[in-house]
């Protein structure tokens, strides 16, 4: 096994030894011997648009993880937006909103995403990432809750700050790719800390494609930090198999956003995983 991947296993081996916090149906992600495969031709996806990144790519099925960039896929960075699928458990278990249903309202102040300019449910804020919608969220819940759930799942280095709604997009909250994908894994198989409940509709509102596919991701954009960083982070699953993934790029135009799902679909079609 490749050095650079004991970050990565020994995130898989912690999430099977974290308590449950009573939370019953919950099961452990095993203890297991992962294959590391360094893919240097994956770098070519990123040489095209000028920008460095990262891809890992992670089958248990296969017990293999594909990596590019193994020593950035091992650093921590902000999570940015795909802290949204956290935020969304944590808002969903401790009640400060009730489902996906329940209307988030505007706070009516105009901000420069149109699409955030009005009421909607937590799907909807999901799909545009409404930062403002979720800062709202986290207040709700609150540092000492939210603290407590960080703690208990052991997101990446468990920091928050005073301000509440704001951890997870500037200096404080961190975590790797590497992390994202053990944090994912635990999600898809109902191994976190959280009801059966909560985690089976927070994956309802991750979905991004349903044929002849599925698809769950969530995609970030760092742009409070030094070097903009961004995100695209999920799972496929095809025929019955998960392929988890988590793409993290530096890039300096907004107009390489586009670039975080770009890339990773390259990346999934030139592993026959999607067409």
């Known amino acids: 096994m490749k050095p650079y991947c004991l970050l990565f296993v020994s995130a898989l081996l912690f999430a099977a030894c974290k308590p449950n916090s009573g939370i019953q149906n919950q099961t452990p992600v095993a203890s297991k011997t992962i294959d590391t495969v360094i893919v240097d031709s994956w770098k070519k996806f ?9 891809f890992v790519l992670y089958s248990p099925t296969d017990s293999t993880v594909r990596v590019f960039n193994p020593e950035r896929a091992a650093t921590r960075y902000t999570p940015a ?4 699928i956290f935020n969304s458990l944590v808002a969903l278990e401790t009640g400060v909103i009730k489902d996906t249903n329940e209307i988030i309202k505007w706070d009516g102040e105009k901000r420069g995403n149109e699409n955030w300019n009005k009421d909607m449910n937590l ?15 986290a207040r709700r819940a609150g540092q000492t809750r939210m603290q407590h759930w960080l703690d208990t799942v052991g997101y990446g280095n468990k920091v928050t700050t005073p301000n509440i709604d704001d951890f997870w997009l500037e200096k404080g909250l961190e975590i790797s790719p590497y992390e994202q994908i053990a944090f994912l894994e635990r999600l898809y198989n109902n191994a976190l800390p959280f009801s059966s409940k909560t985690m089976n509709t927070v994956k309802e509102v991750m979905l991004v494609q349903n044929v ?3 698809m769950r991701a969530k995609t970030g954009w760092g742009l409070r930090v030094e070097n903009s960083t961004g995100w695209y982070v999920g799972w496929v699953e095809k025929d019955g198999k998960p392929y988890f993934f988590a793409n993290n790029i530096e890039f300096s135009k907004d107009n390489l956003v586009h670039s975080r799902i770009e890339i990773s679909l390259a990346i999934l079609r030139a592993e026959g995983i999607i067409k």
Do not use: N, W
């Open 81 to 84: 937006s795909t802290f949204k």
């Open 212 to 214: 002849p596919y599925t």
């Open 46 to 54: 990123y040489d095209s648009i000028g920008i460095q990144g990262c």
């Open 123 to 137: 799907k909807e804020a999901f799909r545009v990432s409404c930062v403002p919608c979720y800062q709202e969220l």
